[in-house]
């Protein structure tokens, strides 16, 4: 159901508040530069630091910027499966394309309780659902054998891979066949996952690169995969530097630079400085070719 390259968004602040203006400048900025959805609402967009409140707002500016011009997958995951069915409720009335569920981070529940969580939420919505299995930031894995359950539950379609394991991502397209989208959940494995079958990325870098990022992707879908593995070795350099220091960190200093938004976080994340922003800087300027000149931004 979902293929491309989706932009797991940041969320601008400005003197403490959502910089709602900015917003809506970044969502018109990459539908221009032929991005092929977006992902408001996920750790990359500071969820964890938004209020009830913030989310419902980021998650409605998104939808009303993109005005169906390309879809909008929201994250609203919870380690309460309450709090995720209330999310999801939510931003299915916001408009939202679809839901971006994260595994349950910090409980650790088991495989069971895993599949109970998200069967429950499944059933709370109509909107499609895309599995988030990311071990590194929740402590618990999503095994294929729990996704390929999951599978036949009709509205959960895809997951965004996060283990960068390619025996995971061979197991889970073995298991749950081809209608079941599986997107990359980190950049630089982008290319060996759509080579197993997967159908795009939800990408960092593509809040400063979006035209490269989708051109890596469409290429890929398409066959082209001699252009499709060009991009993505040009592209390496900044997939590397956008993770010098814990995501958000790096992107949101890089769309700073570019002029897309302030470089303000909520703590505890802080802004890049010192040896880590030269780098991105450096990184950056070498990467010119790649990013948007500033007339397009």
């Known amino acids: 159901m979902f293929s491309g390259a989706f932009t797991a968004l940041v969320t601008p602040f400005r003197n403490g508040e959502v910089d709602v203006e900015a917003l809506e400048g970044m969502v018109e900025f990459q539908i221009s530069q032929g991005i092929h959805g977006l992902v408001p609402c996920g750790t990359t967009g500071e969820t964890p630091a938004l209020s009830e409140e913030e989310d419902r707002l980021v998650v409605e500016t998104a939808v009303r910027v993109a005005n169906g011009r390309v879809p909008v997958i929201a994250g609203t995951g919870s380690n309460s499966t309450d709090m995720a069915i209330k999310y999801t409720r939510m931003a299915e009335g916001a408009g939202a394309d679809g839901s971006l569920q994260v595994a349950p981070y910090y409980n650790k529940p088991t495989q069971e309780g895993l599949f109970r969580h998200f069967a429950a939420v499944a059933e709370s919505t109509s909107l499609p659902i895309v599995l988030y299995n990311i071990p590194g930031r929740t402590s618990v894995t999503i095994s294929a054998e729990t996704i390929g359950r ?24 073995a298991l749950c066949g081809e209608e079941f989208c599986i997107l990359s959940g ?85 802004p890049l400085s010192g040896e880590n922003l030269e780098a991105l800087r450096r990184v950056m300027e070498e990467s010119a070719n790649l990013l948007p000149t500033p007339e397009e931004v």
């Open 150 to 173: 999951l599978a036949e539950i009709p509205n959960i379609v895809g997951v965004k891979e996060s283990t960068l394991s390619m025996n995971m991502a061979m197991d889970i397209k």
């Open 186 to 270: 980190d950049d630089p494995v982008t290319l060996p996952i759509m080579s197993l079958g997967g159908t795009g990325v939800i990408s960092v870098t593509s809040n400063v690169a979006p035209a490269a990022v989708s051109d890596m992707v469409q290429n890929l879908l398409e066959g082209n995969w001699e252009r499709g593995r060009e991009l993505h070795y040009a592209l390496l350099p900044l997939f590397r530097a956008l993770f010098v220091e814990t995501n958000p960190i790096p992107v949101k200093t890089a769309a700073s630079l570019l002029g897309l938004c302030s470089d303000e976080m909520r703590l505890p994340m802080i």
